[in-house]
Each structure stands twice: as structure tokens, then as C-alpha cells.
């Protein structure tokens, strides 16, 4: 596939891995911060979704770090057991960022909507990339079409990380705004929920631009075959 393929696979990775480690660097600095509310994570989802209005959504306790989650099927905000049962400020801004994702629901926020209706089409793309990205190099000068294919498939699931995006920066400013006005997290707890909120949204970013970047490039790729 060539050396410039190998740069571009291999440097974003590194960089999403920065991120993350990032990411779980500041989850445990902000947990070691105490929540002067006393709420653990599920106590400001519950409080969160019965200021919404919302009583539809259950909140359940997951496994695993970091692995926190809003399931629109089964309308379940996972919150991974640090979140669950702390009561710190790591565990007030993602529990509150989940639940932001669960009033999108509620409300019908729109870039959450196409999200969702993209994710039969995502999954179907992401299995045959697999495959199709191999075969699309090996083949490119006797079989461009199938590069072409592999553009394609790979466009679907860029322009789903894309529209991550705002759903991910919407659920967070809904969840900031809800600690503030609620006082379960001001002045310096506040801060640090919205930082630990920044990381989290940066990893989306960096998968983001992972993406657009090597789509360019199987673009690139397609156009200059001999």
C-alpha cells in the first residue's frame, strides 16, 4: 500500500492514543475532586432526566472505564461504575453528558436523528472496509471500480464521525449548562467538568480527522492511478 499509507494510518492512531490517555488522565484528576453536592452519578442522571420531564429512560450501571453510554433503542444511559457510584466531578459531567444525548432524543435534535439513521448503513460499510481497502490497492490499476467502492463505504462512515460532532458538543453544552443552573457543579468544579467534557469531545474530533484525512487521501489514490 506504500509508505504514505502507513504514515497516515499509523500518526492519526498515535495521536487518538495522546488523546485518550489525555482523556483518562483528566477523568482521574477531576475524580479525585469531590462533587460538594454529594449526588453520584446516577443521583444528577435521575435528577437530570426528571427536570427534562423525561421518564422513559433507564439508567443502569455498565462495566468497564470510560465506557459510558445513551442507547436510543432501548432508551438506557450505561454509566460505566466509576460514574455510577462516584461522587466527584469526573462523574457529574459525564453522567450529565449522557443524559444530554437523552434529552436529544427527547426533544428530536436533529444531527442526532441522522446519526441514528445512518447507523444501519455505517455498520454495513465498516464490515466490507475491512476487506474492500485491501483488495482496492492490490487492484487499483486492473480494478479501479473497486478503490471507487471503498471510497464510498469509507465516505459513509467519515461523514457519520463528522456528524458526531455536533452531537457530541451539544450534549456536553446541554449538560454544563444543566450543573451551572442546578448548582451541582459551579467555580471550580464547574471548570473541571468542562474541561474533562473538552478531552472527551476531543477524541471524536481526532476520529473525525483521522477519517477525513484518509479518505483524502484513498481519493488522492484513486485520481493519480496509473
Same mark, same amino acid.
Do not use: C
Given at each position: 500500500?506504500?509508505?504514505?499509507?502507513?504514515?497516515?494510518?499509523?500518526?492519526?492512531?498515535?495521536?487518538?492514543?495522546?488523546?485518550?490517555?489525555?482523556?483518562?488522565?483528566?477523568?482521574?484528576?477531576?475524580?479525585?475532586? %469531590?462533587?460538594?453536592?454529594?449526588?453520584?452519578?446516577?443521583?444528577?442522571?435521575?435528577?437530570?432526566?426528571?427536570?427534562?420531564?423525561?421518564?422513559?429512560?433507564?439508567?443502569?450501571?455498565?462495566?468497564?472505564?470510560?465506557?459510558?453510554?445513551?442507547? %436510543?433503542?432501548?432508551?438506557?444511559?450505561?454509566?460505566? %461504575?466509576?460514574?455510577?457510584?462516584?461522587?466527584?466531578?469526573?462523574?457529574?459531567?459525564?453522567?450529565?453528558?449522557?443524559?444530554?444525548?437523552?434529552?436529544?432524543?427527547?426533544?428530536?435534535?436533529?444531527?442526532?436523528?441522522?446519526?441514528?439513521?445512518?447507523? %444501519?448503513?455505517?455498520?454495513?460499510?465498516s464490515t466490507s472496509l475491512q476487506f474492500l481497502m485491501l483488495i482496492a490497492?492490490?487492484?487499483?490499476?486492473?480494478?479501479?471500480?473497486?478503490?471507487?467502492?471503498?471510497?464510498?463505504?469509507?465516505?459513509?462512515?467519515?461523514?457519520?464521525?463528522?456528524?458526531?460532532?455536533?452531537?457530541?458538543?451539544?450534549?456536553?453544552?446541554?449538560?454544563?449548562?444543566?450543573?451551572?443552573?442546578?448548582?451541582?457543579?459551579?467555580?471550580?468544579?464547574?471548570?473541571?467538568?468542562?474541561?474533562?467534557?473538552?478531552w472527551a469531545a476531543m477524541t471524536y474530533v481526532s476520529a473525525a480527522l483521522?477519517?477525513?484525512?484518509m479518505l483524502v487521501y484513498l481519493i488522492f489514490a484513486y485520481g493519480s492511478?496509473?
Open positions: 500500500m506504500g509508505i504514505g499509507y502507513m504514515l497516515i494510518a499509523i500518526i492519526p492512531s498515535m495521536i487518538g492514543m495522546m488523546i485518550s490517555g489525555k482523556l483518562k488522565s483528566k477523568f482521574a484528576k477531576y475524580s479525585q475532586m %469531590p462533587n460538594s453536592s454529594g449526588m453520584s452519578g446516577a443521583d444528577v442522571a435521575r435528577d437530570m432526566l426528571r427536570e427534562y420531564g423525561i421518564t422513559d429512560v433507564k439508567i443502569v450501571q455498565g462495566k468497564g472505564m470510560l465506557t459510558d453510554h445513551y442507547n %436510543p433503542l432501548s432508551k438506557t444511559v450505561s454509566l460505566s %461504575p466509576a460514574v455510577y457510584q462516584g461522587r466527584h466531578v469526573s462523574a457529574a459531567a459525564v453522567a450529565a453528558h449522557e443524559v444530554g444525548h437523552a434529552v436529544q432524543h427527547a426533544t428530536a435534535y436533529h444531527a442526532l436523528k441522522f446519526r441514528s439513521a445512518m447507523v %444501519p448503513l455505517v455498520k454495513a460499510a490497492f492490490m487492484t487499483i490499476n486492473t480494478m479501479p471500480q473497486i478503490m471507487l467502492i471503498t471510497i464510498i463505504a469509507f465516505g459513509m462512515t467519515t461523514l457519520f464521525s463528522l456528524i458526531t460532532l455536533p452531537v457530541e458538543f451539544d450534549a456536553s453544552k446541554r449538560a454544563l449548562v444543566w450543573l451551572d443552573n442546578t448548582g451541582v457543579a459551579r467555580g471550580a468544579e464547574y471548570d473541571g467538568a468542562k474541561d474533562a467534557l473538552k483521522s477519517s477525513l484525512v492511478r496509473r
